[in-house]
């Protein structure tokens, strides 16, 4: 359990980092791409790759579309913590599980039982209520960063399960492939913004790149690890991983940065953690 305790924390603290950049007039573009090549340094120590695993060979369209979405939906979820708050993106993070779940049924052909489709339902009523604020308070365009946080690490998410069921080369390779693509993708955007003059790099950048690379990098370990020290549980793993952060984003969120949520806002955060539950407890009872 303290694989997944440090887990959640790290996961947290990458959305806190976010939160922060803004005041210390952080760029966000420029510590995403730092962040990456953090995280490749992290992949070679811990993951160890052979050579001749990270071969050219080994890039197909699902790499290339995950180097490209990674980066950018690092800077909306961004946007989202920024715009929206801590609470809410992360929820809408979280519940980005229906999209690969809705794809197992339509694209790899799993069945769908009661308990799956209740917690579907339940979890697409939890997204309006928790994104929910009264009537002219909220513009237009911050929906959109949420949104495009849940679409894209749901699709994320779907094109990771494509890569897991690959047997050319070891997950773990596979991460570094993908980091590589999203640290060029992310190096060539920002180098463009600073030869047209829009932005100069800054060392600071680079030192939050890193500090917010490791926090992302042993997130995804320590997951990882918890599902290795629970082999035979893994709906244990992912739901206590969900609600977990869910709830710990949420208390910062309210406590440490005063976030306003509304009385629909925590009957979405109460309906999210229900289609979690109900979507766990389908793994295990086909009802």
């Given at each position: 359990m303290i694989y997944l305790l440090i887990s959640i924390c790290?996961?947290?603290t990458v959305a806190v980092l976010l939160k922060l950049a803004r005041r210390y007039h952080i760029s966000i573009p420029q510590a995403v791409t730092w962040?990456?090549?953090?995280?490749?340094?992290?992949?070679?120590?811990?993951f160890k790759p052979a050579a001749g695993q990270l071969t050219g060979n080994a890039f197909n369209l699902t790499y290339i579309a995950l180097g490209i979405l990674l980066p950018l939906i690092f800077w909306f979820l961004a946007a989202s913590v920024r715009n929206i708050g801590i609470v809410r993106?992360?929820?809408?993070?979280r519940l980005s599980l229906f999209i690969p779940i809705l794809a197992a049924?339509?694209?790899?052909?799993?069945a769908f039982s009661t308990l799956r489709l209740g917690g579907l339902l339940v979890g697409f009523l939890a997204i309006f209520l928790t994104l929910y604020k009264k009537s002219g308070s909220t513009a237009t365009g911050n929906w959109l960063y949420p949104l495009a946080v849940f679409f894209g690490f749901g699709?994320?998410?779907?094109?990771?399960?494509?890569?897991?069921?690959?047997?050319?080369?070891?997950?773990?390779?596979?991460?570094?492939l993908i980091f590589a693509l999203s640290f060029l993708i992310s190096l060539?955007?920002?180098?463009a913004r600073s030869i047209f003059g829009k932005q100069k790099l800054q060392l600071i950048n680079f030192v939050c790149g890193c500090i917010l690379g490791f926090f992302n990098f042993f997130n995804i370990l320590f997951y990882l690890k918890a599902h290795q020290a629970m082999p035979g549980n893994p709906s244990t793993v992912f739901a206590a991983m969900n609600m977990g952060v869910i709830i710990?984003?949420?208390?910062?969120?309210?406590?440490?940065?005063?976030e306003k949520l509304n009385k629909l806002n925590y009957w979405g955060l109460g309906l999210a953690l229900s289609a979690i539950v109900l979507i766990t407890l389908s793994q295990k009872y086909a009802v």
């Open positions: 790290c996961s947290v962040n990456y090549l953090f995280a490749i340094g992290l992949s070679y120590f811990f993106t992360d929820i809408a993070q049924y339509f694209i790899f052909g799993e699709i994320i998410d779907t094109l990771f399960k494509q890569v897991a069921r690959s047997s050319t080369i070891p997950y773990s390779s596979s991460l570094v060539l955007y920002i180098a710990l984003a949420s208390l910062v969120g309210v406590l440490i940065f005063k």
